[in-house]
């Protein structure tokens, strides 16, 4: 199974921003935040791009996918 793996909190820490700051800067609550950088949550396309666009990074920079081993199917 792919997981979500996010790199928000890496680049969120660099600049010393707190979650909700980037929260207000991209039209989000910082639930949606933590949520992310958490795995817990998939972004939209606009929303990626638009905390991509906060960082002066790519999409790819800030997420990627993993696969999950499924240890119940062994």
Known sequence: ???????????????????????ELVGVRRETISRLEKGLYNPSLKLAYDIAKVFGVTIEKLFEFYEEDNLESK
Do not use: F, H
């Open 1 to 23: 199974m792919s997981k979500l793996r996010t790199y928000i909190s890496v680049y969120r820490k660099e600049k010393n921003m707190q979650q909700d700051e980037l929260a």
